[in-house]
């Protein structure tokens, strides 16, 4: 059988080849736990320790502030979470914005439980938090800023210098969800100015269920996860080394070609918007022109149903729709709403995202065969 096309990088990544091999022996040959301080326990210890190297070099950090978690939700919550109870003292506020992954949104509204406040910033038409409006945000009792780098969906990259810088002076932390952005754009966290960024090995071709958390030298957010003493006491629990081991080969990876990944990223997904936006009528690309990522297209199919479309070429190319339309209605997703996109656009968003492994022929393929299938649903 023939494999659809895969376009939707954004929901995860093939393994690259290279962290298979790389996370090999550890599944089949040192089995050693981390923490045994016999034999058995040295190759993996190294092996870790290496990996949080070669994820440091990527995020241009200290490997000891490098924190290995289950992925980018456990990173999310142990960032904002572990802030705010070791700041309850201090307030109890915290600023986020509309366009944020739940992994974000949901933390932050499950505090509201435990008396702590969040607004949501709203964003422009382009899915841009305005620095202007963090500012105006900030109250007295504000304890943690977090917004993401890049967004999922529409790949909006927000002005996390600006605001970092904001945050900085108002002596507040600042957590970004960078689960999008390491590996396909810089994410270095000096040149950023955040305090904690966190990272979804998935999204980058290292395996699903594993991830990591920066924590700026100074930060001392709460433990997340009670325990043994792993992790230097930050998040307790054996490690899963094989799947660090995963992380670090792809970090190595990303920092390897990262301008040249960068750069025929953009050239296909520009391909693809050509294909697409380009001969059809009633199409239009959401994002910010210019600060996006390299590899996402969020296109909207005016008067359309993107479950429809998406059941139409489901056979050859894999994407994710904007929107759910059912019998009573339609659910547009959270981000399109925040933007403002309206709903006779917004019901019929699809998202295309390309990756490493996607090929120049693929793309003018999918275009094609989204664009037969656009016209067919509209006849
Ligand atoms: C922006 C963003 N944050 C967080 C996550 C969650 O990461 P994980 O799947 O590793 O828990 C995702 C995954 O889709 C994401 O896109």
């Known amino acids: 059988m023939n494999k659809p096309i895969y376009l939707d990088y954004n929901a995860t990544t093939p393994h690259a080849p290279e962290v298979i091999e790389a996370m090999r022996p550890y599944l089949e040959e040192h089995f050693g736990n981390p923490s045994s301080s016999h034999w058995y326990g040295s190759e993996p210890r190294r092996a870790v320790e290496e990996a949080r190297q070669q994820v440091a070099g990527l995020l241009g950090c200290a490997a000891r502030e490098v924190v290995f978690t289950s992925g980018g939700t456990e990173a999310n919550n142990?960032?904002?979470?572990?802030?705010?109870?070791?700041?309850?003292?201090?307030?109890?506020?915290?600023?986020?914005?509309?366009?944020?992954?739940p992994a974000v949104l949901e933390v932050c509204r499950s505090l509201a439980g435990?008396?702590?406040?969040?607004?949501?910033?709203?964003v422009d038409g382009e899915g841009l938090v305005d620095p202007a409006a963090v500012e105006e945000a900030i109250r007295p009792d504000t304890i943690l800023i977090t917004i993401m780098h890049a967004n999922n969906e529409v790949g909006t990259i927000q002005p996390i210098g600006d605001i970092a810088e904001i945050a900085r002076n108002q002596n507040i932390i600042f957590h970004t969800d960078a689960a999008?952005?390491?590996g396909k754009i810089p994410a270095a966290v000096d040149a950023l100015g955040v305090d904690m960024l966190s990272?979804?090995?998935?999204?980058?071709?290292?395996?699903?269920?594993?991830?990591a958390l920066y924590i700026r030298g100074p930060v001392k957010p709460a433990k997340f996860c009670h325990g043994a003493g792993q992790e230097r006491g930050r998040r307790a629990g054996t490690e899963n080394v094989t799947q660090i081991v995963g992380l670090g080969k792809?970090?190595?990876?990303?920092?390897?070609?990262?301008?040249?990944?960068?750069?025929?990223m953009r050239q296909l997904r520009d391909r693809l918007a050509?294909?697409?936006?380009?001969?059809?009528?009633?199409?239009?690309?959401?994002?910010?022109?210019?600060?996006?990522l390299p590899n996402t297209l969020s296109v909207s199919f005016r008067g359309m149903e993107a479950n429809r479309i998406i059941e139409r070429i489901g056979g050859e190319v894999a994407v994710s729709p904007g929107a759910a339309c059912h019998s009573g209605g339609v659910n547009i997703s959270h981000v399109l709403s925040a933007m403002g996109i309206p709903e006779e656009w917004a019901?019929?968003?699809v998202r295309f995202s390309v990756g490493r492994m996607t090929t120049v022929a693929e793309v003018d393929r999918a275009a094609q065969v989204v664009a037969a299938a656009v016209?067919?649903?509209?006849?």
């Open 199 to 211: 990272v979804a090995g998935h999204k980058l071709y290292a395996p699903k269920g594993i991830g």
């Open 250 to 264: 792809a970090c190595e990876l990303a920092s390897l070609n990262l301008q040249e990944h960068l750069a025929e």
């Open 274 to 292: 050509d294909g697409l936006t380009g001969v059809l009528p009633g199409s239009r690309v959401n994002s910010h022109p210019v600060h996006r």
């Open 180 to 182: 999008q952005s390491v």
């Open 78 to 101: 142990h960032a904002i979470k572990g802030t705010v109870w070791a700041m309850r003292e201090r307030g109890t506020h915290i600023i986020t914005s509309a366009v944020e992954h």
């Open 375 to 379: 016209r067919e649903l509209r006849d």
């Open 347 to 349: 019901k019929g968003t």
């Open 114 to 122: 435990f008396g702590f406040e969040t607004t949501v910033l709203r």
